[in-house]
T-cell receptor, first 109, second 116 residues
């Protein structure tokens, strides 16, 4: 399974755009890239998923370069409630998903 | 979306007792469910993969006799922590993959276990 590497923590301020980059150098052809958000004492919540290029939904955008060895989660205009841990995972639906350390995002007023 | 529930949400038990945690997919069938545990401020650690109608596949270092997993139906998987000890206190989370061809998993809200 492809291993992912993310920054351990990031700080931002309300209203700013936040970009979190994840490295996954040995991603497999069948692997998708999925990002989850987790608040304390809650299960991870699906944010966005992509295979290549760019994906956008009502919450975030996901940028994936052509080589797919990295991906960037973009959160537009963050608010205090976006303070959470963000996990990047790679894998397909039928394989177990192994979580990396995640990125602890702190949004300040 | 797809909804996964867990029950109970939290449980306190005495050392030596067994605790059963249920994971249900509410609006879809899940042929595969996954069980994770998470210690405070740590990442989720995969414990086992549960397939409906077959034995679970455990990760290295996870005692299968201590963490019994039963995936009896397409909507229910259970994790039983047998003879629980204080070091088993943790946050247990399940996830399930849908049968809709989606390439993602949906997570339950988690169960906090405290063993006294």
């Amino acid at each position: 399974l492809a291993k992912t590497t993310q920054p351990i923590s990031m700080d931002s301020y309300e209203g700013q755009e936040v970009n979190i980059t994840c490295s996954h150098n040995n991603i497999a052809t069948n692997d998708y890239i999925t990002w989850y958000q987790q608040f304390p004492s809650q299960g991870p919540r699906f944010i966005i998923q992509g295979y290549k290029t760019k994906v956008t939904n009502e919450v975030a955008s996901l940028f994936i370069p052509a080589d797919r060895k990295s991906s960037t989660l973009s959160l537009p205009r963050v608010s205090l409630s976006d303070t959470a841990v963000y996990y990047c995972l790679v894998g397909d639906n039928n394989n177990d998903m192994r979580f990396g350390a995640g990125t602890r995002l702190t949004v300040k007023p | 979306g797809a909804v996964v529930s867990q029950h109970p949400s939290r449980v306190i038990c005495k050392s030596g007792t067994s605790v059963k945690i249920e994971c249900r997919s509410l609006d879809f069938q899940a042929t595969t469910m996954f069980w994770y545990r998470q210690f405070p401020k740590k990442s989720l650690m995969l414990m086992a993969t549960s397939n409906e109608g077959s034995k679970a596949t455990y990760e290295q270092g996870v005692e299968k006799d201590k963490f019994l997993i039963n995936h009896a139906s397409l909507t229910l998987s259970t994790l039983t922590v047998t003879s629980a000890h204080p070091e088993d206190s943790s946050f247990y989370i399940c996830s399930a993959s849908t049968d809709r061809g989606e390439e993602t998993q949906y997570f339950g809200p988690g169960t906090r276990l405290l063993v006294l």
